[in-house]
């Protein structure tokens, strides 16, 4: 394998959520590495934001408001997406949003769905896009979804969430299998403990530092730039053998 493997001149990627945490921590890598990067998100200033951000690295980055959870929102991020860079090489399903953090007993349907539409529902509209994309183009392709390790570990008081990564989990091993014979792969991130927006109040908590932070052998938090490098690979030609899989960016958290 050369150098070049990681070389993604002239590639186009797709990130949703991509506008700040993991996302821009994806998208970030993937324009370094010379990729084009279309972002989507709801916050229009973010979006902005991130859009300045990204620029600096010279390649053609552009941000599409679009709420995953909507199918028509979707389906037309998509269409503008392609007419904006012609296509889309790889797909990140990365947009999500936290529970609310509530005993199980006490969960509301709607606080349920609230979740679920974003995380599993907005992945599902999302990877449809991209695989009729891919696959009527006829030239393969690289989908990825964030999940989480509270896919393979117990989380309480966020069975909604844990649901929703666990059903990303087996949703793109499904995918890899029936889109293999696209030359299209799927595979899913799953992160630990990620110093985000979404995650910085509990990460921040005393108990957690003191509880927490310990049983991560690399002795700290995670941060976005981590995910950088694992979204070249999975887009990159250095990923052409691997598919169906689970990659856990943790620290060493669920080993520990």
């Known amino acids: 394998m050369t150098q070049g493997a990681f ?3 002239g590639h186009v990627a797709l990130v949703t959520g991509g506008n ?3 996302g821009l921590g994806f998208a970030d890598g993937l324009a370094r590495a010379g990729a084009d990067v279309a972002i989507w998100g709801t916050n229009e200033d973010k979006n902005k934001s991130a859009v ?3 620029a600096m690295h010279g390649t053609r980055v552009q941000a599409f408001r679009c709420d995953v959870g909507e199918e028509a929102e979707v389906d037309e991020a998509f269409a503008a997406t392609l007419a904006a860079f012609g296509k889309v090489d790889s797909c990140f399903a990365n947009a999500g949003v936290a529970g609310a953090g509530m005993r199980f007993v006490e969960m509301t349907l709607e606080e349920w ?3 679920t539409r974003v995380n599993l529902d907005g992945a599902f509209l999302t ?4 695989a009729r994309h891919m696959v009527e183009r006829g030239e393969g392709g690289s989908l990825v979804g964030t999940a989480s390790v509270g896919a393979i570990e117990g989380q309480p008081r966020g069975q909604h969430y844990a649901a929703t990564k666990g059903g990303m989990v087996s949703m793109v091993k499904a995918l890899a299998v029936e889109l293999a014979r696209h030359g299209i792969r799927a595979n899913a991130v799953l992160p630990g403990w990620i110093e985000t ?3 910085d109040a509990f990460l ?3 108990v957690v530092q003191q509880k927490v932070l310990p049983r991560v052998p690399l002795g700290r938090w995670g941060v976005p730039d981590d995910f950088g490098g694992v979204a ?3 887009a990159s030609p250095a990923s052409a053998y691997q598919t169906g899989d689970t990659l856990v960016l943790d620290g060493g958290y669920t080993i520990f």
């Open 7 to 9: 070389d993604l001149s």
């Open 204 to 206: 921040g908590a005393d």
């Open 113 to 115: 769905r609230r979740v």
């Open 52 to 54: 300045e951000h990204l």
């Open 127 to 130: 990877f449809r896009a991209a």
């Open 197 to 199: 927006g979404m995650t």
């Open 232 to 234: 070249v690979y999975l």
């Open 20 to 22: 700040g945490g993991i």
